[in-house]
């Protein structure tokens, strides 16, 4: 697939900071600098985002995953994959998120949690009230709360790269565990 939109020049000093960070600019940021207003805003919402402490991060990580690869966003499961590599997750869970519901190395919460980023991304969604209460009890409101607009914010982000014709640009190659693929399943994009 090819980008649906052309590049954009990113300032100088974020594409320095970007290379710094990431080892070159994420192509996201590259389209959305097509309109700075709102890369800007995308920005700083990130930012904000990156700040939030009520969830653990791998619970979160592990959620953006989930949604990517029902999507079939390959550069947020590329990059979140880095990400988890660079924040010490366990890198065995990560790579086996596209096929969590098989795979036997995530814990019970974790395993909710991901049914909820599903459940959230499905069109219309499909989350119950019994895993909203139990999420309630195990996380308290203000975690869930953030993991909900978390899991909003990684369907933002998959939705529009996909749109855009963004694929993964190979963060996940500094990793020595290769992604899962997703098992196919109906009613679920596969990640490509």
């Known amino acids: 697939m090819a980008l649906r939109i052309p590049k954009a020049e990113v300032p100088a000093g974020l594409r320095e900071n970007l290379i710094k960070q990431l080892g070159s600019v994420p192509e996201p940021n590259e389209v959305l600098w097509?309109?700075?207003?709102?890369?800007?805003a995308n920005q700083e919402f990130a930012a904000k985002v990156a700040t939030w402490d009520a969830v653990?991060?791998?619970?979160?990580?592990?959620?953006?995953m989930a949604v990517a690869a029902q999507v079939g966003c390959s550069?947020?499961?590329?990059?979140?994959?880095?990400?988890?590599?660079?924040q010490n997750l366990d890198l065995a869970k990560a790579s086996q998120v596209p096929r969590w519901r098989e795979s036997e190395v995530f814990t019970p919460l974790e395993r909710e949690v991901m049914e909820y980023a599903?459940?959230?991304?499905?069109?219309?969604?499909?989350?119950?009230?019994e895993l909203s209460a139990?999420?309630?009890?195990?996380l308290g409101p203000a975690a869930l709360v953030e993991l909900t607009v978390f899991i909003g914010f990684a369907n933002l982000a998959a939705r529009c790269?996909?749109?855009h014709g963004i694929t993964s640009q190979g963060y996940s190659d500094a990793c020595e565990i290769p992604l899962?693929?997703?098992p196919q399943t109906s009613g679920a994009a596969s990640a490509s």
């Open 134 to 138: 139990s999420l309630l009890g195990r």
């Open 34 to 40: 097509n309109n700075p207003k709102l890369a800007e």
């Open 118 to 129: 599903e459940a959230m991304t499905n069109t219309p969604t499909t989350v119950t009230d």
């Open 56 to 64: 653990d991060a791998s619970l979160k990580t592990f959620a953006h």
């Open 161 to 163: 790269n996909t749109a």
């Open 180 to 182: 899962a693929g997703r």
């Open 75 to 86: 550069w947020c499961l590329d990059v979140n994959y880095f990400a988890a590599l660079n």
